[in-house]
């Protein structure tokens, strides 16, 4: 059992009887794996093989998976026990339903992800288990995985420094005339190599691309001029990584260098905002202040948590406001594009709420760079 699984199922179990809970039901592709501590290799692709993992308020904890995953699940999983299900004789629900019932909770109240569960599985479910008091868990885990535990914050740091490297790596290999594709190459090398254990997706988008909000790295040709735009979603234990640079092949002209310095002055005041107790909408409501002076268009929001999930809450945002708490991770991005001139630039970082402040996961050497590709 890894120290990150043994340290988020001690934080869940004695969270649950304080939130009401007898039992609580981890199923999707983020809330299986914070549970369970590792990914069942084939939960993101093959939709029935349904992942279960379920843990009680007495500290005892189950992982239901099919048959096919049942040796990797027993080698990996920090939950207690295993139950295997034959997905092609046996229903999913129907192994979760008896092992609820083992775990006497049958006539408790058990939290399950709604917003998750196919409605079919849920039906049949609650057939199987007539008395239990089956309630959405979506906020319990939103307040479980905001606040980091020791563990999890020394995996995102490692990670926020190897994807921090990889960004300096393209500025060292890239050159006018290679593609998109070749950046990406560059990176998936530096990130495996460095410290990251799987890449979800490289946004890499040059010249009238990088208005895209997500593009993927094509075979176009980086050439004078060209903006380029790169977002690196790396993973390591299932946790994600989401920083953005900015490149420009050539020379940096005096309007890009002028918006680039605009663009750090809002980075940074919103970091100097971050703090325990501070309002997420205060620190938007500023930041869309001074975007607004320099004559720019602001997102509807600046920043969103991040762990297993991409974006996760709490978002800094237009919409909602959020209270922050030491040990939350956010996503700090200001995001420019310019139509007119077929363009977009960002920067991103992540960011550790600390006792005191904060303190940069990514971005930690300095501010970055408006990065020049000769």
Same mark, same amino acid.
């Given at each position: 059992?890894?120290?990150?699984?043994?340290?988020?199922?001690?934080?869940?179990?004695?969270?649950?009887?304080?939130?009401?809970?007898?039992?609580?039901?981890?199923?999707?592709?983020?809330?299986?794996?914070?549970?369970?501590?590792?990914?069942?290799?084939?939960?993101?692709?093959?939709?029935?093989?349904?992942?279960?993992?379920?843990?009680?308020?007495?500290?005892?904890?189950?992982?239901?998976?099919?048959?096919?995953?049942?040796?990797?699940?027993?080698?990996?999983?920090?939950?207690?026990?295993?139950?295997?299900?034959?997905?092609?004789?046996?229903?999913?629900?129907? %192994?979760?339903?008896?092992?609820?019932?083992?775990?006497?909770?049958?006539?408790?109240?058990?939290?399950?992800?709604?917003?998750?569960?196919?409605?079919?599985?849920?039906?049949?479910?609650?057939?199987?288990?007539?008395?239990?008091?089956?309630?959405?868990?979506?906020?319990?885990?939103?307040?479980?995985?905001?606040?980091?535990?020791?563990?999890?914050?020394?995996?995102?740091?490692?990670?926020?420094?190897?994807?921090?490297?990889?960004?300096?790596?393209?500025?060292?290999?890239?050159?006018?005339?290679?593609?998109?594709?070749?950046?990406?190459?560059?990176?998936?090398?530096?990130?495996?190599?460095?410290?990251?254990?799987?890449?979800?997706?490289?946004?890499?988008?040059?010249?009238?691309?990088?208005?895209?909000?997500?593009?993927?790295?094509?075979?176009?040709?980086?050439?004078?001029?060209?903006?380029?735009?790169?977002?690196?979603?790396?993973?390591?234990?299932?946790?994600?990584?989401?920083?953005?640079?900015?490149?420009?092949?050539?020379?940096?002209?005096?309007?890009?260098?002028?918006?680039?310095?605009?663009?750090?002055?809002?980075?940074?005041?919103?970091?100097?905002?971050?703090?325990?107790?501070?309002?997420?909408?205060?620190?938007?409501?500023?930041?869309?202040?001074?975007?607004?002076?320099?004559?720019?268009?602001?997102?509807?929001?600046?920043?969103?948590?991040?762990?297993?999930?991409?974006?996760?809450?709490?978002?800094?945002?237009?919409?909602?406001?959020?209270?922050?708490?030491?040990?939350?991770?956010?996503?700090?991005?200001?995001?420019?594009?310019?139509?007119?001139?077929?363009?977009?630039?960002?920067?991103?970082?992540?960011?550790?709420?600390? %006792?005191?402040?904060?303190?940069?996961?990514?971005?930690?050497?300095?501010?970055?760079?408006?990065?020049?590709?000769?």
């Amino acid at each position: 059992m890894s120290e990150l699984g043994q340290q988020v199922l001690k934080k869940v179990s004695s969270s649950l009887a304080v939130e009401g809970f007898d039992a609580v039901v981890g199923m999707s592709p983020e809330n299986a794996p914070y549970l369970a501590g590792f990914l069942v290799p084939s939960q993101k692709i093959i939709r029935s093989r349904l992942v279960m993992c379920v843990v009680a308020a007495n500290g005892d904890s189950r992982q239901v998976v099919s048959d096919m995953e049942e040796s990797y699940t027993r080698a990996y999983t920090s939950m207690s026990r295993v139950r295997a299900y034959n997905e092609f004789t046996e229903t999913p629900m129907r %192994a979760l339903a008896e092992t609820l019932k083992e775990m006497g909770v049958a006539e408790g109240k058990v939290g399950l992800e709604m917003d998750f569960l196919p409605a079919q599985s849920y039906l049949e479910l609650v057939s199987l288990m007539p008395k239990t008091k089956f309630v959405d868990a979506g906020s319990f885990f939103f307040k479980m995985r905001a606040i980091k535990t020791p563990a999890e914050k020394d995996t995102l740091r490692v990670l926020g420094h190897t994807v921090n490297g990889s960004h300096k790596a393209i500025a060292t290999k890239i050159r006018p005339g290679m593609t998109e594709m070749d950046i990406a190459l560059v990176l998936y090398d530096y990130l495996l190599q460095n410290g990251a254990d799987d890449v979800l997706q490289l946004v890499v988008g040059s010249g009238d691309r990088s208005t895209h909000a997500n593009p993927y790295a094509t075979s176009r040709r980086l050439g004078k001029g060209d903006v380029i735009r790169v977002d690196i979603y790396a993973k390591l234990n299932n946790y994600l990584s989401d920083c953005a640079r900015t490149y420009v092949v050539g020379e940096v002209d005096a309007e890009q260098k002028d918006l680039w310095g605009k663009m750090l002055e809002m980075r940074q005041d919103a970091l100097d905002m971050i703090r325990p107790g501070a309002h997420t909408a205060d620190i938007y409501k500023a930041y869309h202040a001074k975007s607004v002076s320099y004559g720019l268009k602001p997102l509807n929001f600046l920043g969103h948590g991040l762990g297993l999930g991409l974006h996760e809450e709490p978002y800094v945002g237009r919409y909602g406001d959020w209270v922050l708490e030491e040990g939350m991770v956010l996503c700090i991005e200001p995001y420019v594009v310019l139509t007119e001139k077929n363009c977009g630039f960002q920067v991103e970082d992540e960011v550790l709420v600390t %006792a005191n402040g904060y303190e940069l996961l990514t971005g930690y050497d300095g501010a970055p760079v408006l990065a020049v590709l000769k």
